[in-house]
């Protein structure tokens, strides 16, 4: 039986003006049972859609920060770097892949960033220029090695999360600037963190929308990262859509 092939969004380096991948993304999805493929950086959407008709699932993975474009926002200083093909690559990405043909999809980091803006939410340009309320204040961008944990996430009972890893919260590793202000009524929350950042939602209305704040792929080794990919995989691995 063929494994299910994922589609990985690339990594761009606009310095170096190339794509890249980190080979955690390809290890943990390689480890899970799953036949991964780096996508090219495209916006020509014919391509897009013939690509999201030949894969099982589609893996948003961490990068640039999202463009405040995306939730209708003007971008102020604190924002970093965008890449706006990027941006456009994955709307369709999602437009097509889920929204139309109901594929599984995986977000880490910038992954669901993107997903809560595209769909309606909103973020913090800068968690540690915006970011107001909540409970103790954290520090979401540590230093390597970036596989340690740096803080925990408390695990929302009732959800798929909550039932996948048995455990009402975790620690996690965490190297980010940005955050989610506010999630979109399509996603819930499935866990957060000590100062009340989203850190990880799912979308009921489809068969398999995840994503993490957190870095999964930095921390192979551990079991709940091993889940969350072979949750994901398994679920590539299911009948296709469209």
């Not at 102020?76 to 994955?90: I, K, L, P, Q, T």
């Not at 669901?112 to 220029?129: H, R, W």
Request: with cysteine.
């Amino acid at each position: 039986m063929d494994k299910p092939l994922i589609g990985i969004v690339p990594l761009w380096d606009e310095e170096k003006s190339s794509l890249w991948m980190l080979p955690g993304y390809m290890d943990g999805v390689l480890l899970a049972g799953g036949a991964p493929v780096m996508l090219p950086l495209t916006t020509d959407k014919p391509t897009l859609e013939q690509m999201c008709r030949a894969v099982d699932g589609i893996l948003f993975t961490g990068g640039q920060d999202v463009s405040p474009i995306v939730y209708g926002e003007e971008m102020r200083e604190c924002c970093g770097e965008v890449c706006a093909r990027r941006d456009e690559m994955e709307s369709t990405l999602f437009s097509v892949a889920v929204t139309r043909l109901d594929k599984p999809a995986f977000g880490i980091c910038r992954g669901i960033q993107f997903l809560s803006a595209f769909l309606g939410g909103a973020l913090y340009q800068d968690l540690g220029t915006e970011q107001k309320g909540g409970g103790a204040k954290l520090s979401h961008q540590q230093k390597p090695p970036y596989g340690q944990p740096s803080h925990r996430v408390k695990i929302n009972p009732g959800t798929p999360l909550h039932a996948l890893f048995c455990a009402d919260e975790i620690a996690v590793n965490s190297c980010h600037h940005q955050g989610v202000k506010y999630l979109p009524p399509e996603l819930v929350c499935m866990a957060e963190a000590e100062d009340g950042l989203a850190e990880a939602a799912y979308m009921p209305s489809r068969k398999f929308v995840w994503a993490v704040q957190w870095h999964p792929e930095h921390s192979l080794d551990d079991e709940f990262s091993k889940k969350l990919f072979l949750s994901f995989v398994t679920a590539c691995s299911q009948p296709r859509g469209g």
